[in-house]
């Protein structure tokens, strides 16, 4: 079965196809069994018969010792048949020529008719009976043509052209079927790119085509709908946040110096930065809309804003894909800060694949752990022990790099780095 399976047309277009055209031509077969194998064969019968009739009335009419020419003369009027006599021979073989499907038909038939020895043989061109007279050979020659039927070929002829005019149509009316499938389904693919045009795809097709259509976008609104309202609901939960926080600062700056103060102030800063992350990030992802660009002078002037010193950039001169720029901007630059914030070197370098855009950033840290390298993506979680929130960071960065390169249809993984430390890989559709 996986055999059969291997050689199955792939696409829905072609097997629907199949569908369609396998059973024309099983069709095809059975009328050409049933048309030309029978209909041939009684043709063949029935000239058959007739010829070894006319033969046996031309064998007659020498036995009454009609004249020659008289007897020729008749046979080519009446018959449309070639008579030629050679004196004072004997044939040397009777029967056939030898066997052939022409041949069985004649033999069956002079064998019910004709009397006298004979013999069948065939040329390109003409069909020979020869039969003894007497002591004379009495050939008799019909043209071959006339053992086809003139409908045979026209059949032929006509029943190709049908199967092909209604193969045509059947492939035209399909593809016309499938076309709003490719389009529903290339209009997903780019919703989870980050496209969101109303006009990018319209319900059309046949009637069970179009319900899929509507239900992808009902439910596209309401994925939207509610991506909104959670964005929205934690960006203002995260803004009203500021009012206790600012609070919280001028009441830290009354308290007594000492380490109780320091703790205090540096928890609030972490809340504070968790908070602008949180907003920024929101703000992003709801608004942004996607933008030709041209890659390699956008992160150039990334890079521009770090020093530049330690960080080796490498790229097509031109490398043209569409982006939110914000939202990749901070993901690289979050990609940078996690990277001096533990290397001292960086290397970026952007690769142009078939369909793909191929970002690799590689540092000289002491990289990631494999069993941790899935687990940093997770929103709030450090490497470092204890989550010890005296270090920098909040454990968003690679989380929202993420949920940023995702939001493209892309993809970003860990690796390990050629230079000794860790490796960024971000794929992003051209």
């Known amino acids: ?24 031509i099983i069709l095809q077969f059975i009328l050409s069994y049933v048309f030309f194998e029978r209909h041939t064969e009684t043709i063949l019968k029935n000239i058959s018969e007739n010829l070894a009739g006319n033969v046996e009335f031309i064998s007659q009419w020498y036995d009454e010792n009609r004249d020659a020419e008289w007897i020729k003369g008749q046979a080519f009027k009446n018959m449309n048949l070639v008579i030629a006599e050679k004196k004072n021979q004997h044939l040397s073989s009777t029967g056939q020529y030898r ?26 061109d003409d069909v020979i009976i020869s039969f003894q007279q007497k002591n004379d050979i009495i050939d008799v020659y019909m043209q071959r043509k006339r053992f086809f039927s003139r409908t045979t070929p026209l059949v032929l002829i006509l029943t190709s052209i049908a199967a092909a005019l209604l193969s045509a149509i059947s492939f035209l009316f399909m593809r016309n079927q499938i076309r709003p499938i490719i ?48 964005l929205e609901m934690l960006a203002g939960v995260s803004h009203d946040l500021r009012t206790p926080i600012t609070r919280l600062k001028l009441a830290s700056t009354m308290l007594q110096e000492g380490e109780l103060k320091n703790q205090i102030s540096n928890d609030i800063q972490t809340v504070h930065t968790m908070v602008e992350e ?26 521009n804003n770090f020093d530049q010193q330690k960080i080796n950039f ?9 982006i939110k720029r914000t939202s990749i901007n901070r993901c690289l630059t979050n990609i940078i800060v996690n990277s001096f914030r533990y290397a001292d070197n960086l290397w970026i370098k952007v690769s142009l694949l078939n369909h793909h855009v191929l970002i690799n950033c590689d540092d000289d840290g002491p990289g990631i752990p494999i069993e941790e390298r899935e687990k940093v993506f997770q929103p709030f979680y450090r ?24 939001a ?15 490796r960024v890989q971000i794929t992003l559709p051209c």
């Not at 809309?289 to 002037?301: D, G, V």
């Not at 929130?389 to 929202?400: C, E, Y």
Request: contains cysteine.
């Open 99 to 124: 066997s052939g499907w022409l041949y069985k038909p004649l033999v069956f038939a002079l064998r019910a008719t004709l009397t006298k020895p004979y013999f069948i043989r065939l040329t390109p």
């Open 314 to 322: 490498v790229s097509p001169k031109e490398c043209w894909v569409e």
């Open 278 to 303: 949180f907003i920024h990030f929101a703000r992003g992802a709801q608004y942004e809309a996607l933008k030709k660009t041209n890659l390699t002078p956008f992160i150039q002037s990334i890079v």
């Open 408 to 422: 493209h249809g892309g993809d970003i993984r860990l690796d390990n780095s050629p230079h000794g430390g860790l």
């Open 1 to 24: 079965m996986p055999f059969i399976k291997s050689f199955l047309p792939k696409t829905l277009l072609n097997r629907s196809l199949m569908i369609v055209i396998l059973p024309l």
């Open 383 to 406: 490497l470092d022990a204890a989550r010890n929130l005296d270090t920098p960071g909040v454990g968003l960065g690679l989380s929202i790099a993420r949920d940023l390169v995702y």
């Open 183 to 230: 389009r529903l389904a290339e209009s997903a693919d780019l919703y989870g790119r980050g496209y969101d045009n109303e006009d990018l795809f319209k319900p059309e097709g046949a009637l069970e085509v179009k319900k899929v259509g509507f239900a992808f976008l009902r439910m596209k609104k309401r994925l939207n709908r509610l991506l909104n309202e959670r």
